[in-house]
């Protein structure tokens, strides 16, 4: 499903930030790049897919590709990790049957969640850290229940050592990471609380995590200094961006009377098992974490969060109750689940195919037509990267900047006037991030009525002139 017609799209406006970055004229060149451009990221990721592609090209299908593997371990992780869980907290005197059960029907439901999740998905058919993230934190999750929760054994050290250092490099692909290993460590912390364990190992864990994340701070804080204390004007989340996010964690409309009943059954009747409870404290922490970054610094700009944090949410863990039906009832609900989210699935496909901005149809409809053009104007800065990439036209690119704010007035309007008066045309490339209208009348006042070239989803092309 990851893999699936995954080269036929062109990149988007973040891809092409990713291809810059591998693209850089040196490490130190792609280090000062990703500082400066991606936010709350380190280069862990940026790093390997410059390795990748010096072997397999900066194709769209190899640019894509690590993301895919990546997210499908990441899925086999989690269910390992799920399974493991429900072994080693087993209630003592379980019959074997029972026991296997239990820890059959949590892998599966694992399984089924994180492979056919509509955003895990879709963020591992992408050129993004998201799905590199997704397979070291759930490594790492899955390292912590030998590092911490069963007898020590010949694994034990090992699983110590490798546990906060794959955190780490999730952490390090996106930082908003963050939220989902504090839930899982305070929920650790309560599971060896209940087993009488020493805390003394998740200490100098967490310890080390810590340490090996500060190393990392200058580079994964510099683009967040920028933006956020920078002074530049974000878009802010609305309630409907709310709503969005938290479809989100159901993985879609179809999946919130599903999930939703069996999150309410794991609560309502599973709270006293071990496994469930481990599960509710950890999306707990982690959804109240991503809630309070949110409501501190409420811009579109932190959506990624859901990423992270909402779209692992944890559900192997918090559907963990469905281990307490019986066999005919849980395997009733696990296909009912599946359902859901292989519906909410083929609804976000179709979303993506009309949402991803198609940068060769718009530069085709530009090159046929730019007989008369002198400029291309860009709305914003991030429009360039993708045009340069597939606009192969000899009109030069101009990014248009709103002096002062948003709301003041375009400085591309007075390049576009001149042109115009020269008997020539300028094309207007805009992008989904404001919308046309709020603009339509200053520029038709200044330019004359614009006439459509190319309009999709999410991008609009306007010709102004002869």
């Not at 000062?32 to 936010?39: C, G």
């Not at 979303?351 to 090159?367: K, L, V």
């Not at 045309?425 to 009348?441: D, G, K, N, Q």
Request: charged share 20%; glycine share 10%.
């Amino acid at each position: 499903m990851r893999t699936i017609g995954l080269g036929d799209r062109p990149l988007w406006l973040d891809e092409t930030g990713t291809l810059a970055a591998v693209r850089s004229s040196s490490v130190e060149d792609l280090f000062r790049r990703v500082a400066e451009y991606e936010t709350g990221k380190g280069a862990a990721y940026f790093l390997s897919l410059r390795w990748w592609t010096a072997m397999f090209g900066e194709s769209e299908l190899g640019l894509r590709l690590p993301s895919a593997i990546l997210g499908s371990l990441a899925s086999v992780a989690g269910a390992l990790w799920a399974a493991l869980l429900a072994q080693t907290l087993a209630h003592t005197g379980e019959e074997r049957a029972v026991s296997r059960r239990r820890v059959l029907l949590v892998a599966g439901v694992a399984g089924v969640v994180l492979s056919l999740h509509p955003t895990l998905v879709m963020l591992g058919r992408e050129a993004r850290s998201y799905a590199f993230s997704h397979f070291f934190l759930l490594l790492s999750a899955l390292l912590s229940v030998h590092a911490y929760l069963q007898a020590e054994s010949r694994w034990t050290r090992g699983a110590r050592i490798a546990c906060p250092v794959t955190a780490a490099l999730g952490a390090s692909a996106h930082l908003f990471s963050l939220a989902f290993l504090i839930g899982v460590v305070l929920a650790t912390g309560a599971a060896m609380r209940a087993r009488r364990c020493r805390f003394g190992p998740l200490a100098i864990g967490a310890a080390a995590f810590a340490v090996l994340l500060l190393t990392q701070a200058p580079l994964t804080l510099g683009h967040v200094k920028t933006t956020y204390l920078g002074g530049e004007t974000l878009p802010t989340v609305g309630p409907r961006d709310v709503i969005h996010y938290a479809l989100d964690v159901f993985g879609g409309k179809p999946g919130v009377f599903v999930v939703g009943t069996l999150a309410l059954w794991s609560f309502a009747f599973g709270r006293r098992d071990p496994v469930v409870r481990f599960g509710l404290v950890a999306a707990l922490v982690a959804a109240v974490i991503a809630a309070l970054g949110e409501a501190m610094v409420p811009t579109l700009a932190l959506g990624g969060a859901r990423y992270l944090v909402w779209g692992a949410f944890l559900i192997p863990v918090l559907l963990a109750g469905l281990s307490g039906l019986r066999r005919e009832h849980g395997a009733i609900a696990m296909l009912a689940l599946a359902g859901a989210l292989a519906v909410s699935l083929v609804r976000r496909h179709d979303f993506e195919d009309r949402y991803r901005e198609d940068w060769r149809a718009a530069s085709r409809a530009m090159e046929s037509v730019e007989s008369h053009a002198v400029q291309i104007l860009c709305h914003r800065g991030m429009v360039v990267r993708p045009l340069r990439h597939y606009y192969r036209g000899s009109s030069p690119l101009h990014s248009c900047r709103f002096v002062g704010s948003p709301e003041s007035p375009c400085d591309c309007i007075d390049t576009a006037r001149d042109a115009i008066r020269g008997g020539r045309a300028a094309f207007l490339v805009w992008s989904h991030a404001e919308p046309w209208e709020s603009r339509r009348e200053e520029f038709e006042a200044a330019l004359g009525p614009a006439t459509v070239v190319h309009e999709q989803y999410a991008i609009r092309v306007l010709r102004f002139g002869p």
